[in-house]
């Protein structure tokens, strides 16, 4: 597979990415229903804790539910249980976070999985941050990481060699370019006010912010290390 669609963009790889795809709703900021639900179209859907609420309010039905239940409501995982959702329920006082549980559960299938992440965005930047590298940590066990996605920021995860274009329904506000490891080299950006062509970027100077598209296709690449593509729809 070299497609990857979520709703409002269809990201177009060089390479094959897995085709088995994973959308864990985590219990951060809630996407917006019809944006859930259209993804739920696509994807397999799973749900991390707090995330299972999402999926109540939008009717849309996972089929693995995990965590400590210490945010998601009673309610909410007894509906899930009806619907006939794997649960998988765990101490709250562990040492992974909820997300980490559902990555390692996912490694455990043993099969190349592509990772999809909504509710990784708002409320605490400390939660932000970890969910964003837990999934860089998870790719040593086989799963990739897709994007960290919603209806009004998408970040995108590329590394070594990686190059895609995405094709936007609504062109963003802004494109930022972040280095999610100490270097990343041979940064290639097109279709922006700013191309960029053999760049290195630093993950301690993140100068490669608010880029412009200048229409609704745009191109980036990665020669060495990670690279985080982040779109807003916000000013």
């Not at 749900?47 to 409501?73: N, Q």
């Not at 950006?189 to 760049?199: I, R």
Request: glycine share 8%; proline share 6%; net charge negative.
């Amino acid at each position: 597979m070299k497609r990857l669609s979520i709703p409002g963009i269809d990201a177009h790889y060089k390479d094959e990415v897995p085709e088995i795809c994973v959308l864990l709703v985590a219990g951060g900021r809630e996407p917006q229903i019809s944006w859930l639900q259209e993804a739920a179209k696509r994807h397999r859907v799973w749900a991390v804790d707090r995330g299972v609420e999402s999926c109540m309010r939008a009717h849309v039905l996972p089929e693995l539910v995990i965590g400590d239940s210490d945010s998601g409501s009673p309610k909410a995982w007894e509906w899930a249980r009806s619907v006939g959702a794997e649960v998988h329920k765990f101490p709250r006082d562990k040492d992974l976070t909820d997300l980490q549980l559902a990555l390692r559960q996912l490694a455990s299938l043993g099969l190349p999985v592509t990772t999809l992440l909504c509710g990784g965005w708002g409320m605490r930047f400390d939660h932000a941050w970890s969910n964003l590298f837990s999934l860089i940590w998870a790719s040593k066990y086989g799963i990739e990481p897709g994007c960290i996605c919603d209806e009004k920021e998408v970040l995108f995860f590329l590394r070594d060699g990686d190059h895609v274009e995405l094709e936007f329904d609504v062109v963003p506000k802004a494109i930022s370019l972040l280095s999610l490891s100490p270097v990343a080299e041979g940064v290639t950006a097109d279709g922006v006010k700013w191309p960029l062509k053999d760049k290195t970027l630093f993950l301690d100077e993140p100068y490669a912010v608010s880029n412009v598209p200048l229409d609704e296709r745009v191109a980036f690449g990665v020669k060495s290390g990670w690279l985080g593509v982040y779109c807003t729809w916000e000013a």
